[in-house]
């Protein structure tokens, strides 16, 4: 099930968070995420009452940029940011989306070029380890 996270959240969000960015500079801290759950759009998808990962956007006036997707190891590859994407996608109107990524994850770039991202620039020296792209996709209007 994906919802909109709440407060009561905020710790099991911050574990997410510890795990999966490890040892990255631009992980958030857990007063970040706090920040982010009331005044920005982070969404929560559960499996059995536990929360196994989050996508947070951040509200821009004419887009949304996607900040940060992370899954929990254990439930890993099993589909759940493809829902998580789906989810923003729908709830998420009226705006075009910007993100930025690690050059070397292709994984993540593959699943958003399938939601119709593209990439726009190369962004040097973004990460300390490599370059980012900085990737872009239209609202659709019918």
């Not at 959240?9 to 997410?16: E, G, R």
């Not at 009452?49 to 992370?70: D, H, N, P, T």
């Not at 190891?73 to 993100?99: C, H, M, P, T, V």
Request: aromatic share 16%; with cysteine; charged share 30%.
């Amino acid at each position: 099930m994906i919802t909109k996270a709440n407060l009561k959240d905020l710790s099991a969000l911050y574990n997410i968070e510890r795990e999966v960015f490890s040892n990255d500079p631009f992980s958030m801290s857990k007063s970040s995420i706090q920040y982010h759950i009331i005044k920005n759009e982070l969404y929560k998808i559960e499996l059995d009452g536990v929360i196994a990962g989050y996508i947070l956007w951040l509200k821009r006036k004419k887009y949304y940029r996607l900040y940060s997707l992370a899954i929990g190891n254990d439930f890993q590859n099993r589909g759940f940011a493809k829902k998580l994407l789906e989810y923003s996608f729908e709830n998420l109107i009226d705006r075009d989306f910007s993100l930025e990524v690690k050059v070397l994850n292709e994984t993540a770039i593959n699943l958003y070029k399938k939601f119709g991202f593209e990439i726009k620039k190369v962004l040097k020296d973004y990460y300390e380890e490599c370059d980012g792209y900085l990737m872009y996709k239209k609202e659709f209007k019918a």
